[in-house]
């Protein structure tokens, strides 16, 4: 599609995501209101990213203007967002927010009335209205609400669910969960809860981990991490150890799944969570890369857990997207329930070694003939590759998977070389 990728419209704000850009989105939501006849009221939120206030005020100069009521939630998390969405049965809400990306970055995605991501199908609406330039029709002035009231609800909700007491060290990535989890871990240790605008996911947070793990082996405490909307986690056990998101799936795999159920991965995830999990004649699906086809696969075969290795993880029951503090609530709440560590969770578990990599990329990138040559090559020697542009960034991701560390580290260069030299 034209404007929306994995995880809705991205990119550097004020450049790709400029005024005029903005403006025609916020077209589009007229028009998408009135084709479909939606009670006219969009509930907003977003993360701390210094150019959320620009993006905002230039898409409600068109809303207010022509009908569409702004709900303004502020701060807050995309699960949170998903959360009150569906809870008060708003039509349609907005998260503006680039995720893990760094500050210069910014975004638009969609939730629908019941928390979900909108489909494929919508964005393709939604793309269609975007570059149509006829008249909206009258102009019929609207009102801008603060509700970041409604909040309190989401807090009130991950409380009930928390049944342990013991204090964690919860790296917010200086994003839009930092005041919510400073309510919800009072005895924790909460760092990276700052944000200035300009901080957000920089050298923190779980894209960045190595600073939570420093911090987890001094003081022998579990940490949660978060990225900047908080829709997905990495958590580190009290010995140093980041435990991703295919260990977190086969943990909560134990205790909410039984023999014949099902659990959505993706193309990335580890052969060896496949394997774990069949021992335990639990089915692994793969979905394409992102939190949404995860959640549609999941529909499509009705399984209760899904996600990603990267750490968009779905309890159905709960909610209907990635949640970061819901996850790690849960986690925290079998480790009290078994007076376990994460690594006797684990210990039947065995994993392959993936090695990744990107290359910056300019334009469009496809497979040809020679580098599908190098990759049957390479997985007649055992490997599992997967060669991808990101959804999100202008970069192309490179991964090898192999027991062996060294052969995937190889094979991985190889690659990279190859197709620098032959490909771009």
Known sequence: MKYFGTDGIRGIAGKFLDKKLIIKIARALVRFYKKNKLCKVLLVGNDSRISSDYILSNLESILLEYGINVENLGKCSSPCLAYITKKFNYPLSMMISASHNSSEYNGIKFFNANGEKI????????????????????????????????????????????????????????????????????????????????????????????????????????????????????????????????????????????????????????????????????ELIRANVGDKNVYETMKKFHAEIGGEDAGHIIIKHLLNTGDGVLIGILICNILHITKLKILELLKDYKECYQEHSTIPISKPFKLNEDIRFLIKKFEKDGARIIIRPSGTEPILRIMAEHENKSIAKKMVESLKNFIKSNCL
């Open 119 to 282: 489909s494929e199908n919508t964005e393709i609406e939604l793309e269609k209205f975007i570059d149509i330039k006829t008249s909206l029709g009258e102009k019929n002035f609207a009102l801008r609400k603060n509700v970041e009231f409604l909040k309190d609800f989401y807090v009130s909700h991950l409380k009930e669910l928390k049944n342990f007491n013991f204090p964690l060290i919860i790296d917010c990535a200086n994003g839009g969960v930092s005041e919510i989890c400073k309510q919800i871990f009072e005895k924790s240790k909460i760092i990276h809860a700052n944000p200035n605008g300009y901080n957000i996911n920089h050298d923190c947070g779980c894209t960045h981990i190595e600073f939570l793990r420093s911090i987890c082996l001094k003081e022998h405490k579990v940490g949660l991490a978060f990225d900047g909307d908080a829709d997905r986690i990495q958590i580190v056990d009290e010995y140093g150890n980041v435990i991703s998101g295919d260990k977190i799936l086969y943990i909560l795999s134990k205790f909410y799944l039984k023999s014949n159920d099902k659990i959505i991965g993706t193309i990335y995830s580890n052969v060896g969570l496949e394997q774990s999990l069949k021992k335990r004649e639990i």
